[in-house]
């Protein structure tokens, strides 16, 4: 069952905002929402992750609707070396049981055009 | 910090040969988890460990699959024998509590 939807592809110009959107509407009142993105041909790199409040970083911006069903991951200034494949998921805190393994979705095929 | 590295970054083999791929996680993370990465199916999760104890194999594909973590710092993951199916590239992450992952380079693996 896929616990999140996200646009296969998406483009934006270079230097623009890039805003990928999310939707997680069955997500656990526990559960963090987590980016990662994957660079052609590279391991998939984390970005950021937050529970239900804004959140951001030297990379980009998260931010979760206030009933937490929906976010949008922000790049502020994109670069052509943003161009990748872009991976949201909800997962519930470490436990130390059987459910500590991310699980990665199809994501969205974000390109940044010149 | 030299990252989670992996080792070959490249393999080929031929079928029915036993191929053994391996990950050196960043040092104090408890977490190591292997991947495998397809066209067709994306991203999987095999196993994982915590403070070097396999908690859970379910992705695991069968029983030519095997994966070890003898100590904190190594981890091996082994297919016996192999077939061209099990093509794929393999990656190996590292995480500490509640902290994102950090992933390896990945091992591109080719059974001919």
């Known amino acids: 069952d896929a616990k999140t939807t996200q646009p296969t592809s998406m483009d934006c110009a270079e230097g623009r905002a890039a805003n990928l959107p999310c939707n997680h509407s069955t997500i656990s009142g526990n559960e963090y929402v987590y980016w990662y993105r994957q660079i052609h041909s590279q391991g998939p790199q984390y970005i950021i992750h937050?529970?239900?409040n804004n959140e951001t970083n030297e990379m980009a911006s998260l931010i979760i609707t206030e009933d937490r069903k929906s976010s949008t991951l922000i790049l502020p200034h994109a670069t052509l070396r943003d161009t990748a494949v872009y991976y949201c998921?909800?997962?519930?805190?470490?436990?130390?049981?059987?459910?500590?393994?991310?699980?990665f979705g199809k994501g969205t095929h974000l390109i940044i055009q010149p | 910090d030299a990252g989670v590295i992996q080792s070959p970054r490249h393999e080929v083999t031929e079928m029915g040969q036993e191929v053994t791929l391996r990950c050196k996680p960043i040092s104090g993370h408890d977490y190591l988890f292997w991947y495998r990465q397809t066209m067709m199916r994306g991203l999987e999760l095999l196993i994982y460990f915590n403070n070097n104890v396999p908690i859970d194999d379910s992705g695991m594909p069968e029983d030519r699959f095997s994966a070890k973590m003898p100590n904190a710092s190594f981890s091996t993951l082994k297919i016996q024998p192999s077939e061209p199916r099990d093509s794929a590239v393999y990656f190996c992450?590292?995480?500490?509590?509640?902290?994102?992952?950090?992933f390896g380079s990945g091992t591109r693996l080719t059974v001919v």
């Open positions: 998921i909800v997962r519930p805190p470490y436990s130390g049981g059987g459910a500590d393994g991310l699980t």
């Open positions: 992450a590292s995480s500490p509590d509640r902290e994102g992952y950090t």
């Open positions: 937050g529970l239900k």
